[in-house]
């Protein structure tokens, strides 16, 4: 060989060793592709209220999940942490908040069996707590009443089920005895406002229940509860009409849930869904029927949300204690934000 070309190939092969080490070193550094670096993610205190609960005429679809560091076949995406998916076409795909919340209205009946001959409020403490509902929208509850044992029914459940409670009375007797709605709540009752509604003939006061919380950290809610009138037909067109505008008035999305004693097809729901959406039309699954609660054959018990709001089930929930079954919706307070941000994962060059 030409000693004049020998520094020549030393040089080339110096620089060959070099890139090969180099290629080593960025393989080790970003293995398939990605950085392995563990990002974790909040997790919201109610998180495990989101999904929905069994029932004996609702089977709740299975929550499959991928056993933690698992790979996946066929280039799908393989998770590496409770927030992370990397993807082997490269990209890297941050989940979202979690935006969920669960909410369920309920005719408690003074926590008593349906012929009200004994009550059963541990029994229908331990009912809701298994629906894991981050908000309840309870009607038909006592606070200081004689015939149900001087319970401050609200308080009660709120301990029980480790919440916040606003209560409201509509029917205030002799000796401090009320009755009226409430509302129970996971995150902070930030306010809270009772408004009486129209009241026409010899009807029974009835009102609207408003609280306000934030879920998500700049998105107020506000929630509303109502049990209006059972005996006449004028009162509860002449409620609903009040209900409606006051939720139009209101700069939240909102959550509307109670005891309306109309079915769907009535002028009293039809005012309802001018504003809001029925949450059982958009997601509801079974026949959807409230009462009695033995055997059904009448959906009087709604949930209602704001169309900004999305719905991802809902569902009837029956019992032993009340004679009314309980309606439990989950909602998305951010429909239109995507589940997922898509990212291309950087290497060094």
């Known amino acids: 060989m030409d000693d004049r070309r020998r520094p020549w190939l030393e040089g080339v092969g110096l620089l060959v060793v070099l890139a090969i080490a180099a290629a080593a070193f960025l393989v080790a550094k970003h293995p398939g592709g990605s950085d392995q670096q563990s990002v974790s993610t909040p997790t919201s205190p109610s998180a495990a209220a989101s999904s929905p609960v069994p029932s004996p005429d609702v089977t709740a679809p299975p929550v499959k999940k991928a056993a933690k560091g698992s790979k996946a076949r066929g280039g799908k995406a393989r998770t590496t942490d409770p927030g992370i998916d990397v993807k082997a076409d490269g990209e890297q795909c941050v989940n979202r908040s979690r935006t969920q919340l669960s909410v369920t209205s309920f005719n408690i009946h003074s926590g008593f069996n349906p012929p009200r001959t004994r009550q059963m409020l541990p029994t ?4 809701m707590k298994a629906m894991k509902s981050d908000v309840f929208l309870l009607e038909e509850v006592d606070q200081n009443r004689i015939w149900s044992g001087r319970v401050n029914q609200p308080e009660y459940f709120a301990n029980a089920l480790g919440m916040e409670y606003a209560f409201a009375t509509n029917v205030l007797r002799p000796g401090n005895s009320r009755y009226g709605t409430a509302i129970l709540s996971r995150y902070p009752i930030l306010e809270s406002h009772n408004y009486l509604l129209p009241r026409p003939g010899n009807t ?16 107020k809610v506000s929630l ?24 139009a008035s209101d700069p ?22 001018q504003r809001l959406v029925d949450t059982w039309s958009a997601a509801g699954r079974g026949n959807g029927l409230t009462h009695p609660n033995a055997r059904p054959n009448a959906r009087i ?42 990212l291309p994962v950087l290497t060094d060059q």
């Open 252 to 273: 939240n999305p909102v959550v509307l849930g109670g005891d309306m004693n109309s079915r769907s097809s009535s002028t009293t729901m039809a005012l309802l869904r």
């Open 301 to 342: 018990d709604y949930v209602f949300a704001s169309p900004s709001l999305g719905t991802t089930l809902t569902q009837v929930v029956p019992g032993t204690v009340s004679d009314h079954r309980a309606v439990r919706s989950v909602l998305d307070l951010a429909p239109d934000v995507p589940a997922q941000v898509c």
């Open 224 to 247: 509303y509860v109502t049990h209006l009138e059972a005996t006449s037909y004028a009162a509860r067109v002449a409620q609903a009409r009040v209900v409606a505008a006051r939720i």
């Open 124 to 127: 229908l403490a331990a009912e």
């Open 204 to 219: 029974q006061q009835r009102g609207l229940l408003r609280v306000v919380i934030e879920p998500v950290p700049g998105r």
